[in-house]
């Protein structure tokens, strides 16, 4: 059945009620394949009071998981890694349990406690102590095996920071390259993803930015402008930045077929329940959202200092939509801001 066309209205208001829970600025770009429906509420700066800009670039979050689970899933298309294959095979010694798959990792199953956790239990002090840090893969991994493990492999879903960044160390041990040349060879170049960059440690965003401000714990205290900082606490389960043209085109490419072989692509679509909302589910690399007018989106969110992203398409990729705020850590906004993929896909206000 045809979509409904999307409802720039609905579109708009979930944005200025975005604006009302907190953030400075928020904006969504759709992507129809002929057509673009851009809105933007507020601001990009709020020092000099600039718009936003759907060709704005942005730090994307943990949508780089989706880059990073692309990239794996071609070396398995190669025959260069198995995913039902222990880690154990391609990084001997690096895990602290030689039943962790490459499966277990892409899809959240691994068992692998998140460092993040203690990382930022505080949000403002956690952000100041990592923001200039430059961490190695090993580092973060030992912060995350210092825990116990959350559940025996295979077993449970649990999302885990640590399982993408051990994705990508295993990415550039069978690759003999980096993670940055990988997206550069297989996503970003073949895509023409000109607002598209992996610049870990660099902490600048280059070009035209929106800047991002995070929403502190105490309520009331001022945004903290948190736009430069090197993500290396992520590396590659959320250092990626992008636009929301390029994510949309991305998107687009990914479940229309064009990056990862049909077969493999359909297991990344094999889900299971995220939450108990009975409407959120991960696959690999990729959730699954069930919008109230029935239709499955497929894509991922994204959370770092100062940036909140859903950036979500169609199983055809036919429609995509990417939305973003320039705040973080504030429940309501993100929430809020989900709002506009039930109007860009649903053509209706949110229920
Ligand atoms: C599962 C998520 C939500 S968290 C995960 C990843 N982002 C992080 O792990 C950063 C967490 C701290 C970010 C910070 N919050 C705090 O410090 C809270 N004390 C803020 O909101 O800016 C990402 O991105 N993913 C999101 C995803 O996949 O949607």
Redesign the pocket.
Known sequence: APLPAPDPDGVGDALKRTLAAGAPGAMTRVDDGRTTLSRTAGVSDTATGAGMDTDGRFRI??VT?TFSTVVLMQLVAEGAVDPDAPVERYLPGVLPDTRITVRHLLSHRSGLW?Y?NDM????VP??EAVRDRVFTVRELIDLATAHPATAVPGTTYQ?S?TNFVVIGALIEKVTGRTVREEYERRIIDPLDLRNTAYVHPETSISGKRIRGY??P?EAGAPLVD?TEQTVSW?QS??AVISSPGDLDRFMSALLGGRLVRADLLERMLEMTPSDGSGVRFYGLGLRRRDLSCGIPVYG???????Y?TYSFTTRDGRRSVTSVANT??NGTANTVLGDTLEAAFCGKRAT
Request: glycine letters at 16%.
């Open positions: 979050g943990s998981k998140d993040s930022f239990a505080r949000t956690g952000f999302y920071n995070l929403t714990d948190s992520a389960a959320g991922h969110t994204g959370t770092v200092q100062g909140y973080s850590n």
